[in-house]
């Protein structure tokens, strides 16, 4: 069975010393014969926290993005459905047509050198990253939505957890697009084919260097019929919680309405009702970045 990581979206950025690229810290798998993925996480890291180098040991700006190319799966880490804390996903059959707007975030040093869930060295140094359900490895572009930059990344590992995040990015690729020191950053995911990475789709023509127009929505639940959407519309307009509205769209010939609440003003703000709508019993929602 394999162990999915559970990744820590930027619990710290306090810095912290971090060997090299290409240099590994000792792990658990070096000092006992357990498998580093079976331990328990609590007793699997040697930093309780985590965060990015005391001071940077290259220059990311002069690393090179990976290339895309054909791979076979991975032997581990694309076990579908999988569970971590109490919550099941669905691992895709392949990454064709993906693309997505949401949050990112990052991982760095507390993850340097250990198994990522494709059972492959997590470099923070390397542009790779984490997600819940492309199939591993994947090539994605991301870009931020804040400042237009983006990067070529490997999703080789797992996670981020956290259900208002899309994609976790290594410490390289963060700092690559603008997402670090900050923690977190309104990002658009698009998969790159790897026999014609020359053909993936242009960055959003939302792209722009304003963080107004990139606006955070929570999507609380697409329905077919319009009386649910008003209900749950009517119960969160009781709870005083913020702007929802039912916005009517088309899907294979069936019209949808989808209960959107907001606009949000930050990542901040976007996790506090999310908590508050989980609360309510309406299950979690998902976030989604509009113009």
Not at 42 to 49: F, G, M, P
Not at 220 to 234: I, M, T
Request: with cysteine.
């Amino acid at each position: 069975m394999v162990t999915i990581l559970l990744l820590a979206a930027c619990a710290s950025r306090k810095p912290r010393e971090v060997p090299p690229p290409g240099k590994s810290p000792e792990t658990s798998s070096s000092r006992s014969s357990v498998p580093e993925t079976s331990r328990p996480q609590s007793t699997r890291y040697k930093n309780a926290r985590d965060g990015g180098p005391a001071a940077p040991e290259v220059d990311v700006d002069k690393l090179v993005e990976p290339v895309p190319k054909r791979e076979p799966k991975s032997r581990y880490g694309n076990k579908s459905p999988y569970s971590v804390l109490g919550k099941t996903y669905t691992v895709m059959p392949d990454s064709e047509g993906y693309s997505e707007r949401g949050i990112a975030s990052w991982y760095g040093n507390k993850f340097h050198g250990y198994m990522t869930s494709s059972l492959e060295p997590y470099d923070m140094y390397q542009f790779s990253a984490a997600h819940k359900s492309l199939p591993l490895p994947s090539y994605v572009r991301v870009t931020n939505l804040d400042n237009g930059k983006s990067v070529i990344v490997r999703v080789n590992d797992r996670g981020p957890f956290h259900e208002s995040r899309i994609i976790d990015l290594s410490y390289a690729a963060a700092v690559r697009i603008g997402v670090w020191p900050k923690g977190t950053g309104l990002v658009e995911v698009q998969a790159i084919d790897p026999q014609h990475p020359s053909a993936e789709p242009p960055p959003s023509s939302a792209v722009t260097a304003s963080h107004e127009d990139a606006r955070i929505f929570l999507q609380l639940g697409a329905f077919s019929d319009r009386a649910n959407a008003e209900q749950v519309v009517q119960k969160v307009e009781r709870a005083g919680i913020g702007k929802v509205r039912i916005v009517t769209t088309r899907i294979e010939n069936r019209e949808m309405y989808r209960v959107r609440l907001g606009p949000i003003a930050s990542v901040a703000q976007a996790d506090a009702m999310v908590e508050r709508i989980e609360a309510m019993g309406l299950g979690t929602p998902r976030v989604a970045i509009d113009d």
